[in-house]
């Protein structure tokens, strides 16, 4: 499809460009041209067309409203910008055009689209010698309600030529000589033209990409027809610059194994640093090992000095003291409440005993307590024995009670795990 061209001719160059420069032209609504580097359908182009007298040079719309569309309707100049030559002599809007109403359009180029994955990206057509280009056309007038006559004009199209296949499937119609001009404008037999609506496989036609902004159509100017580098060039650079880089490497790499070479094998080898080969990198292993020796003299400093609670573990024996414990669960022990085999667990501590059936009776307590030195423990015991021994002078019985003061019992604590 051809939806965009450039067209910055003077109206005078194209009788010239259409090779009628001997011929006597009329130049008509010339007021309504403006050149363009980015001319789209709805714009005034220059156009060509047989006269009685001659050639005329009209200006017209690019984009065909048939002569029977309604008077009342709004034209649309994107509807028919293009025809496609194929079926030009099958559809009614073209087939009455093809014996009297053939024209020629020159322009310096135009734009076409090549999909490039989501993407599209515009390229920029032209004769490589920078002579015009002249495309086959169609014309027609319409009049609208006004009593205002129109004339519009639409491009042929047909397959891509074997080179430009690769931007897009479709070219408008070139005519690239005299006598196909010649043959297009004057000659009244149609069955001659069938010949003209191929694809223009010359040589001469190159293209190159140009900005996207071409897309807007309020963006005109030099810059459209600018060449611009492509994403894919732009990664090939990307990918010589790391590939340069590689060279290097591998000599970096053969300097480091010449180095390694110098250096005498011993029973164990340690990696070097590079432009450092009297630094020996030391073992990670090595570290790991001297860190948790720290930790474990950090570790019993701490035991010693009883700075931190470890992990509790029990601890049974034939001079077990009996620890202190909440009020309500001290009452519930005390009254004998829980029956045989039942235990009361309270933060940690576990009772356990044999009930025999009286209020105030005798316990088995098993005690839970921190590991502790068998210093330690000792005075812990000698503590106990004293208490009890103040405790039998003040009753005047030669034996311990079970059931303690609270006084005693407040003396005695449990350790528990922070844990």
């Not at 990696?271 to 030391?282: A, D, H, Q, R, T």
Request: charged fraction near 30%; proline fraction near 6%; hydrophobic fraction near 30%.
């Amino acid at each position: 499809m051809c939806g965009r061209a450039r067209c910055t001719l003077r109206p005078e160059d194209v009788p010239r460009a259409c090779h009628r420069h001997g011929f006597p032209a009329h130049f008509l609504h010339l007021e309504c041209y403006r050149p363009s580097y980015n001319v789209a359908p709805g714009s005034y182009m220059p156009v060509l067309r047989r006269d009685n007298d001659g050639v005329s040079v009209h200006c017209m719309k690019w984009g065909l409203v048939p002569g029977f569309t309604r008077k009342t309707e709004k034209p649309d100049f994107f509807k028919m910008f293009n025809a496609r030559s194929e079926s030009v002599s099958e559809k009614a809007s073209f087939r009455r055009l093809l014996p009297k109403n053939r024209c020629l359009v020159a322009v310096d180029g135009f734009y076409e689209w090549k999909k490039e994955g989501s993407k599209k990206q515009p390229y920029y057509i032209h004769f490589k010698d920078e002579r015009p280009l002249v495309f086959a056309a169609l014309y027609d007038s319409w009049q609208n309600s006004g009593g205002e006559t129109l004339y519009t004009f639409t491009i042929l199209t047909t397959a891509s030529s074997s080179a430009l296949d690769c931007l897009h499937d479709r070219m408008p119609v070139i005519l690239g000589d005299k006598d196909s001009v010649d043959t297009w404008l004057d000659d009244p037999s149609t069955s001659k033209l069938q010949p003209l609506l191929a694809p223009y496989e010359k040589s001469d036609l190159v293209w190159y990409p140009v900005t996207s902004a071409i897309g807007k159509l309020s963006f005109d100017g030099p810059e459209c027809i600018q060449q611009i580098p492509l994403k894919a060039s732009q990664n090939s650079l990307i990918s010589k610059f790391f590939s340069a880089k590689q060279p290097k490497t591998e000599e970096r790499d053969k300097g480091t194994r010449s180095t390694d070479a110098t250096i005498p094998a011993g029973p164990k080898e340690e990696p070097i640093l590079e432009g450092y080969e009297g630094v020996v990198v030391s073992d990670s292993n090595d570290e790991t090992k001297e860190l948790d020796e720290e930790k474990d003299k950090l570790n019993e400093a701490q035991n010693l000095c009883f700075q931190k609670v470890v992990k509790a573990e029990p601890f049974i024996g034939d001079s077990s003291a009996i620890a202190s414990h909440p009020e309500s669960v001290k009452n519930e022990v005390e009254e004998g409440t829980y029956g045989e085999g039942e235990s009361v667990e309270t933060g940690g501590l576990e009772f356990t005993g044999k009930s025999s059936g009286k209020s105030g009776t005798k316990r088995a307590y098993e005690l839970f307590s921190a590991q502790e030195k068998p210093w330690k423990q000792s005075m812990r015991l000698q503590d106990v024995d004293k208490s009890c021994g103040k405790h039998r002078r003040k009753q005047g019985k030669g034996k311990s009670n079970i059931k303690k003061s609270r006084e005693t019992q407040s003396t005695l604590h449990f350790f528990f795990d922070e844990k």
